[in-house]
């Protein structure tokens, strides 16, 4: 009995020293206690323990940064784990207090991540922050790890709004039907040259006159045109070969003509009324403006492009409308307003946008200056380039999506797209002349054989 209760004393005791041993050994570890635990606006991860912890930075911004459930992920987030692997560090990321990428006041204090970085609240900023002059300054830059530009934003039924009245020529661009009366021209051309040269149109009984004037001759393409049989009817082989060929060519012409506005009309795909910032300029719908004291914002008060100088003075006149603090809100003005509201943007994959409009410098890392960790994560991010990883997460969060959207977006057919048509009536309107010619050879030779006279006998 004895033994038995000194044996449970000891346990006891054993287990009362543990625990306290347990309790003062995470009093003194204030690592522990400084990851705060993953949830909105904060994400801590690493590469594992005892390496040095990063706090990092970032902006919320489709689809560089996005919160799903209880963490953050995107292309930053995915960049910023294959740089953890890379270098062997930790890394604490928290979104910026005020949602700005960063830009100096008047008084010279800076905000969003550049702020931060400077009072060193943070160690480094992954987002799509773009290399400036002024940042440069202050902050140090990384590599580039992705190339950007300006993009339009604007609602998908703005387009539909500005409708135009001749709506039925839209399955096909200008080029194509120039293309298009160019080739019916030359045809009808064809057609009256080749019943000219050919006998056989001239064989009528008491009748020298031939059918296929030129008018006549127009008249006949078009009647094709509109699947109509029309006079006068070829009797020549030469000029029913033209004929058969133009009767294909408008068979097929018709065919994609109502297919492309078939789909025209079940896609609701209409061309952008702002393809360029002159016509961004020269329109009265549409309000438009970018993120407040962005780089955005910036390129367009520094550029000496006269364009970009009226852009600029429109948003400082309206900026208290116009401008906007948080990309969120960009995205909330273009979607909610009932002509849409056009957002002049770093370009990204969202609702509809016409790229290429201008150029801006690319994104890169920002750090404190002199930091230790910029020419490693330089290097690093030039070797995920050279691996193909940087394209790998672009074509992941970006060129998927824009593929699937490209394939349903409608557009006018191009004169490509119908390069085997018009070569089949280029041949076509070639073997025509070529069997005039033959045919017009035959019957001269008929001629000289019938009008040759025989040597006859003197008397």
């Not at 400084?34 to 801590?44: E, L, R, Y």
């Not at 401008?323 to 770093?346: C, D, F, H, I, N």
Request: with cysteine; net charge neutral; glycine share 8%.
């Amino acid at each position: 009995m004895d033994k038995g209760l000194h044996f449970t004393i000891c346990v006891v005791t054993t287990v009362l020293l543990l625990r306290e041993s347990s309790q003062a050994g995470e009093e003194k570890d204030p690592e522990a206690l400084a990851v705060p635990k993953p949830g909105f606006g904060t994400d801590s991860r690493g590469a594992g323990e005892g390496l040095p912890t990063l706090t990092v930075t970032t902006i919320l911004e489709d689809p560089y940064v996005m919160v799903r459930g209880a963490e953050l992920e995107g292309y930053c987030m995915e960049l910023l784990a294959a740089l953890a692997g890379m270098l062997r560090f930790q890394y604490r990321v928290k979104v910026v207090a005020d949602g700005q990428y960063g830009a100096v006041s008047a008084g010279g204090n800076w905000s969003g991540m550049v702020g931060e970085i400077l009072r060193r609240e943070a160690d480094i900023a992954v987002a799509p922050l773009t290399v400036t002059s002024a940042r440069e300054e202050v902050v140090s830059f990384t590599t580039p790890f992705l190339q950007t530009g300006i993009g339009i934003l604007l609602r998908k039924d703005t387009a539909s709004q500005d409708m135009s009245f001749f709506h039925f020529l839209s399955p096909f661009s200008k080029e194509t039907w120039t293309a298009l009366l160019f080739a019916y021209l030359l045809t009808c051309f064809c057609l009256f040259l080749v019943a000219r040269l050919s006998p056989c149109e001239w064989n009528e009984p008491k009748n020298e006159e031939n059918h296929f004037t030129f008018l006549n001759s127009l008249w006949f393409g078009a009647g094709a045109l509109a699947l109509q049989g029309a006079t006068p009817r070829p009797q020549a082989l030469s000029v029913r070969v033209i004929a058969v060929v133009w009767w294909l060519f408008t068979l097929a012409l018709l065919a994609a003509y109502i297919a492309n506005f078939t789909a025209l009309l079940s896609s609701g795909s209409e061309q952008l009324p702002i393809q360029t910032f002159e016509d961004l300029v020269k329109q009265r719908n549409l309000e438009f403006g970018t993120l407040e004291g962005s780089s955005t914002f910036y390129y367009f008060k520094n550029s000496k492009n006269p364009i970009h100088q009226m852009i600029y003075e429109y948003m400082e006149k309206r900026r208290e409308h116009v401008l906007v603090k948080t990309y969120q809100e960009a995205v909330q003005r273009v979607m909610g307003r009932a002509l849409g509201w056009g957002s002049v943007t770093p370009l990204t994959p969202l609702t509809m946008f016409k790229p290429q409009l201008g150029a801006l410098p690319s994104s890169s890392l920002s750090l404190c200056p002199a930091s230790p960790w910029t020419k490693p994560l330089s290097i690093a991010v030039l070797k995920l380039r050279e691996a193909g990883d940087l394209d790998y997460l672009r074509n992941k969060w970006w060129e998927s999506s824009c593929l699937r959207q490209s394939r349903d977006r409608w557009g006018p057919l191009e004169p490509p797209a119908l390069g085997g048509l018009f070569l089949t009536l280029g041949i076509g309107l070639a073997l025509g002349i070529l069997t005039a010619l033959a045919e017009l050879s035959s019957s001269s030779r008929r001629a000289a054989a019938h009008a040759k006279v025989s040597p006859g006998c003197c008397t």
